[in-house]
């Protein structure tokens, strides 16, 4: 298969579940993925994921993807055994009924289902679903029973949603947003190690953020405490699907998108754009007016500010349980980091 080995990442990545707030299920999963390649790795005391080449350079470039994801928490057990639970992260409730999950507690992961009234059973005006009519099923009897099995108050939930190959590049599954933007930074990583001589001054981070579903948070920690020269944000972008011809304008498979808008700097920008270009790397382009929703927006202020660009993968079916990717537009994302690392001068 083509791109048999960035699948492969994506694929690990994607099968670990990682909650907003839960991140840390991932940190081992990543630093067996970045094993031999890197010079250096470190978790941050909020679980952020932190590797870096040439830590000796006196400039800093950083890539950073999130490692979180959408999910749900348990906010209460009924006296029948369903759970009752609250969103974590950016969802639509049409979205989350009917889907399978699981409920990761203290004695393991339980295998759910989001229900509610079948809507043959609906009146017509009760037919739009709201997130205080859904419960999830464990398949127990009573509020005892769901108990013994572990659960409790706080449990983070998450999609069960195995990541899947459908023709020749695409992937299907919950947690492309972003662990395909992780896959494309890890890859990235794999492949600058072979050009290490090539960095001269300039020390590469790769760091995996938390909590950037709820507002950016392991961004904000991270630019802190690095303080880049330079920082690349990988995420995903709304890819053209079903009636948003008007709205999404990036396509599947046309290579990585590269953000142009008032918050990413001029400088990177240009020079992404120039490097793909004289490298016969597909991109595509999006114009971001406000720059709102990524790392990149909190990135750009850290201390006394950072030089940001963002680029990111299309995806279709965003903050769903079937989220698409392509992994020629993750190959050739890697590809433009690893070329920008080796001919940057800060």
């Known amino acids: 298969m083509e791109h048999e080995d960035i699948f492969d990442i994506l694929r690990k990545l994607a099968s670990v579940p990682t ?33 870096v080449i040439n830590p000796a350079g006196k400039k800093r470039l950083l890539f950073a993807a999130h490692v979180d994801q959408i999910g749900f928490i348990v906010t209460s057990i009924d006296e029948s055994g369903y759970l009752k639970f609250s969103p974590i992260g950016g969802w639509d409730a049409r979205v989350a009924y009917g889907s399978k999950v699981t409920v990761i507690t203290s004695k393991g992961s339980i295998r759910g289902v989001i229900g509610t009234i079948p809507p043959h059973l609906m009146k017509e005006k009760e037919k739009k679903i709201d997130f205080k009519e859904l419960v999830i099923d464990i398949g127990v009897d009573s509020k005892k029973e769901a108990e013994e099995a572990g659960v409790r108050v706080g449990d983070y939930i998450a999609l069960h949603s195995e990541p899947e190959l459908i023709g020749k590049h695409r992937v299907i599954g919950s947690g492309m947003d972003d662990k395909a933007g992780l896959a494309s930074i890890i890859y990235a990583a794999r492949m600058l190690a072979t050009r290490k001589n090539e960095l001269g001054d300039i020390s590469v981070y790769f760091v995996a953020t938390v909590q950037e579903e709820i507002g950016l948070r392991g961004a904000s920690m991270i630019g802190y405490e690095l303080k880049p020269d330079v920082a690349v944000i990988v995420d995903v972008t709304h890819a053209k699907s079903p009636e948003t011809k008007e709205i999404a304008f990036v396509e599947l498979g046309k290579g990585p998108v590269i953000s142009i808008g008032p918050i990413y700097h001029r400088e990177i920008t240009e020079s992404l754009i120039e490097i793909a270009e004289k490298h016969g790397i597909m991109y595509q382009r999006e114009a971001d007016p406000r720059g709102a929703g990524t790392d990149a927006w909190a990135i750009q202020i850290a201390r006394g500010g950072v030089k940001t660009g963002l680029v990111s993968v299309p995806n279709r079916y965003m903050h769903s349980g079937v989220e698409m990717v392509d992994l020629r537009d993750m190959f050739n994302l890697a590809r433009l980091l690893v070329e920008y690392s080796v001919s940057m001068k800060i």
């Open 19 to 51: 909650v907003t707030g839960y991140e840390q299920n991932a940190r081992e999963t990543i630093k067996e993925l970045l094993s031999g390649y890197v010079d250096d790795f470190w978790t941050t005391s909020w679980d952020n994921s932190v590797a």
